[in-house]
């Protein structure tokens, strides 16, 4: 899905997920001239099969307020 910044640039919106014991979602940000960001962690479910249900809901409104909200991967995240 894309999604355009405030300031006009798009975004190719990817959901991520980890799991260790629990399964941790969250979204990253992709512009074509190769800029990255990413959200803290949005959801935490039971299941792998979660995370995707949750990523596959997600609508263009979810997408551009977490854009609004995401920053670098180098940027310190609260601790999850």
Do not use: C
Request: hydrophobic share 50%; aromatic share 8%.
């Amino acid at each position: 899905e894309h999604v355009r910044s405030p300031d006009g640039v798009v975004y190719v919106a990817q959901a991520w997920g980890h799991g260790n014991g629990r399964w941790h979602g969250w979204l990253v940000f992709i512009a074509a001239d190769g800029t990255i960001l990413r959200t803290e962690r949005e959801k935490v479910y039971a299941t792998r099969h979660a995370v995707l249900v949750w990523a596959m809901a997600l609508r263009p409104s979810d997408l551009a307020r977490a854009l609004a909200r995401a920053v670098p991967p180098s940027a310190q995240l609260p601790a999850a």
